[in-house]
C-alpha cells in the first residue's frame, strides 16, 4: 500500500508538461499585454498630434493615368509601404489578408481605399482564387500586386491565369514560383546559368545525412526546411556536430520525409546580405541590398555592384515578371553566394518609404534608364518596439550608445507623420487581439514579429 501512495504522489501533485506551457503562455501573455496597455496612452498622444499635424503635410500626386491596385498581405509592413507608395503616386489601393487577420491594423490607413478578407489559400484554394476574382471585379482592378506570405505565393500563381483575363497580375506563374521557392531547385537554376551557390545536397530521409561523409568536405554544412517554417529557419546547427551521435540525434529531431524534404547547404562563413527586386520583362527595375541575418529587423541601404550584377543575370536569362527577393553570403573573398530566393515582397522595400518613383516601377512599361534604389538622404528603416525589447540584451555603456545611433539615425518603418494612425492600430489593436485570442485558448507563442504582424508560433503560419 505505501508503495502504491508513494508512486501516485507525483501525478497528483506535479503538474503535466502540457499544464506548465499553459501556465507559462497565460503569465507570458499577460505579463506582454500589461506592457501594451502601459504604452498606449504615450502612443495614442503621439498619434493625435500627428493627426493635428496632418493637415500641413504633403498631399497626395494627382495621377495623369489612375489606377485601382488590389495589394494582398494586409498584416504586413511592406504591403502598408507599398499601398503609400501607391497612394502617394494618385493611385487608389484596396488592401486584402486572410480571415485570420481581419483585425489588420494597416486597413485604417489613409492610404487605404477598401480592405478585404479571403479564404486561407492552403485551405482552400479555389474559395481564394474566387475570392480574389469577385474583388478584382467589384472594385475595377487594374492591378493585383501580391505581397505574399510564403504560403500565398504558389497560390497567388495559381490564380493568375483566372485573375488575368481582367487585371495585370504582377506576380510569376507558377513554374517559376515553384522553382524559386524549392531551396534546391532554386540553386540547381542559378547554378545552371554560372551564378555562384553553396554546395546543396536534397535531403528526404536522415539517414541520407548520417551516413553523409563529411570527412572530403572543407566545410561545414547546415540543414533548412525546404518548405516554410517560421521557427526553424533560426536553427543554423552546424553539421557534422561533434559526434556521430549527435548529429543523428539532431538530424532525427527534425521532421525530414519525401513529403516533407530538407536541403542540405554548404555553409559558407561571410557577410549576410538580402536584396528586395522589383523587375519585368527580365528588366530590373526597383533594387535594394541591406545587411542582413536569421531575424532581420533592420534595412539600411548597401551599395554591392557584384550582387546586384547576380540578380540582374538571374532575372534577365529567365525574363521574370514580379518581385524576388534573395539571400547572399559574401565570403572572406569577396564571392557572393546566393544562399536563398523567395518569390515574393522583401521587407527590405520599407527602405522605399521616401521614394517618390516606386509606383512607377511597378506600374510603368517604358524601360528605366537605371534600377531604382533608396535615396541617398533615406534612413534605415527599423521597428521601434523591436528595438525597445533589444534594450534587455544590453549590457555595457557602449551597446546602448550604439542602440541609441541605430534609432536617432533611423526611422520606425511604420510610423509616418502624414499617416499615423497604422502606427497605434497595429500595436494596440491588430497585436493587442492577436494576444487575447491567445490568451483564450491558454496557446503559446514564441515570439512577437510587429513587422509581418503575428505572433510566431510552433506549427504557425
Given at each position: ?30 505579463g506582454t499585454l500589461t506592457l501594451l496597455l502601459i504604452a498606449l496612452p504615450l502612443n495614442a498622444l503621439i498619434v493625435l498630434i500627428s493627426l493635428m499635424c496632418r493637415p500641413f503635410t ?73 475570392a480574389l476574382l469577385a474583388i478584382v471585379k467589384r472594385e475595377k482592378i487594374d492591378v493585383y500586386v501580391p505581397v505574399c506570405s510564403p504560403v500565398a505565393s504558389y497560390y497567388d500563381s ?304
Amino acid at each position: 500500500m505505501a508503495q502504491s501512495i508513494s508512486l501516485s504522489l507525483p501525478q497528483s501533485t506535479t503538474p503535466s508538461k502540457g499544464v506548465r506551457l499553459k501556465i507559462v503562455a497565460l503569465f507570458k501573455t499577460i505579463g506582454t499585454l500589461t506592457l501594451l496597455l502601459i504604452a498606449l496612452p504615450l502612443n495614442a498622444l503621439i498619434v493625435l498630434i500627428s493627426l493635428m499635424c496632418r493637415p500641413f503635410t504633403k498631399k497626395p500626386a494627382v495621377a495623369a493615368h489612375p489606377q485601382n491596385i488590389l495589394v494582398s498581405g494586409g498584416k504586413m509592413t511592406k504591403a502598408l509601404q507599398l499601398a503609400r507608395s501607391f497612394h502617394a503616386a494618385g493611385h487608389r489601393v484596396i488592401l486584402i489578408e486572410g480571415h485570420k487577420y481581419w483585425l489588420s491594423g494597416h486597413r485604417f490607413s489613409n492610404a487605404v481605399s477598401r480592405f478585404y478578407t479571403v479564404p486561407a489559400p492552403q485551405d482552400d484554394p479555389e474559395g481564394y482564387t474566387q475570392a480574389l476574382l469577385a474583388i478584382v471585379k467589384r472594385e475595377k482592378i487594374d492591378v493585383y500586386v501580391p505581397v505574399c506570405s510564403p504560403v500565398a505565393s504558389y497560390y497567388d500563381s495559381l490564380a493568375k491565369s483566372a485573375l488575368s483575363e481582367y487585371c495585370e497580375v504582377f506576380h510569376f506563374d507558377a513554374d517559376i514560383t515553384k522553382m524559386l521557392d524549392d531551396k534546391f531547385a532554386f540553386t540547381d537554376q542559378a547554378r545552371s546559368l554560372g551564378l555562384s551557390v553553396p554546395k546543396s545536397f536534397k535531403i528526404t530521409d536522415p539517414e541520407q545525412v548520417i551516413n553523409f561523409d563529411f570527412s572530403k568536405e572543407t566545410r561545414k554544412y547546415i540543414l533548412k526546411s525546404i518548405s516554410y517554417d517560421s521557427v526553424r529557419r533560426l536553427n543554423l546547427t552546424k553539421l557534422p556536430c561533434d559526434t556521430p551521435e549527435e548529429t543523428a540525434a539532431f538530424v532525427k529531431s527534425l521532421p525530414i520525409s519525401p513529403e516533407k524534404p530538407w536541403i542540405m547547404q554548404e555553409f559558407i562563413p561571410g557577410k549576410e546580405l538580402c536584396t528586395h527586386s522589383t523587375v519585368r520583362d527580365g528588366e530590373l527595375r526597383l533594387h535594394c541590398c541591406s545587411n542582413s541575418s536569421a531575424f532581420q529587423i533592420n534595412y539600411e541601404n548597401v551599395e554591392n555592384p557584384q550582387i546586384q550584377e547576380w540578380v540582374q543575370h538571374f532575372v534577365k536569362s529567365l525574363r521574370l515578371t514580379g518581385q524576388i527577393s534573395l539571400d547572399f553570403i559574401q565570403a572572406e573573398d569577396g564571392t557572393a553566394y546566393a544562399i536563398e530566393c523567395n518569390p515574393r515582397t522583401h521587407s527590405a522595400i520599407t527602405m522605399f518609404y521616401n521614394h517618390p518613383g516606386v509606383a512607377e516601377a511597378y506600374l510603368g512599361k517604358t524601360p528605366l534608364a537605371a534600377p531604382l534604389e533608396p535615396l541617398a538622404d533615406s534612413k534605415s528603416t527599423y521597428w521601434i518596439y523591436h528595438e525597445i525589447w533589444r534594450l534587455t540584451g544590453i549590457r555595457s555603456g557602449q551597446q546602448l550608445q550604439t542602440w541609441f545611433g541605430r534609432l536617432v539615425r533611423g526611422t520606425d518603418a511604420i510610423y509616418r507623420l502624414d499617416d499615423p494612425i497604422p502606427f497605434l492600430t497595429l500595436h494596440h489593436w491588430q497585436i493587442t487581439l492577436l494576444l487575447l485570442q491567445n490568451l483564450q485558448r491558454l496557446k503559446g507563442w514564441v515570439k512577437i514579429d510587429f513587422n509581418i504582424g503575428k505572433l510566431v508560433e510552433l506549427g504557425g503560419d
